[in-house]
């Protein structure tokens, strides 16, 4: 009878202590991001930032100090690795349209900006995932 306590002892203590696999997390654009944008064919040179949430919307920063950048607000669309986003500058009334590939990770994005519904006409741009 001692043996077999000793035993569903030793069989509970080691079930306890092993560990459960985690499933890695599903990479997502959720998150700050932080980069650089570009007028037509010029390598992006300006400060840039977005604000992806959860709930699709996205705040984006046009200036290199979120504090002080000028800040638009919008929705964006994930389909596969594209990302596309339109957005609006408080104050204005200009719509602004962005598309970008995510790479597998999503922690990089480039991609296009334009004048809605263009995502095109205005530039390029990159982010980095922070």
């Given at each position: 009878?001692?043996?077999?306590?000793?035993?569903?002892?030793?069989?509970?203590?080691?079930?306890?202590?092993?560990?459960?696999?985690?499933?890695?997390?599903?990479?997502?654009?959720?998150?700050?991001?932080?980069g650089?944008?570009?007028?037509?064919?010029?390598?992006?040179?300006?400060g840039?930032?977005?604000?992806?949430?959860?709930?699709?919307?996205?705040?984006?920063?046009?200036?290199?100090?979120?504090?002080?950048?000028a800040?638009?607000?919008?929705?964006?669309?994930?389909?596969g690795?594209?990302?596309?986003?339109?957005?609006?500058?408080?104050?204005?009334?200009?719509?602004?349209?962005i598309?970008?590939?995510?790479?597998?990770?999503f922690?990089?994005?480039?991609?296009?900006?334009?004048?809605?519904?263009?995502n095109t006409?205005?530039g390029?741009?990159f982010?980095?995932?922070?």
């Amino acid at each position: 009878m001692n043996k077999f306590i000793i035993a569903v002892i030793a069989c509970s203590l080691i079930f306890i202590s092993c560990k459960k696999e985690s499933s890695p997390e599903t990479p997502s654009i959720v998150g700050f991001w932080k980069g650089k944008w570009g007028s037509s064919e010029a390598y992006p040179t300006y400060g840039y930032a977005a604000l992806f949430r959860s709930n699709g919307t996205v705040r984006i920063f046009d200036g290199a100090d979120t504090a002080t950048a000028a800040k638009a607000e919008g929705t964006y669309t994930v389909s596969g690795t594209t990302v596309t986003a339109n957005y609006t500058y408080a104050g204005s009334v200009n719509l602004l349209a962005i598309s970008a590939t995510v790479d597998s990770k999503f922690t990089f994005l480039e991609g296009t900006w334009g004048n809605s519904p263009s995502n095109t006409n205005g530039g390029k741009w990159f982010l980095n995932k922070k």
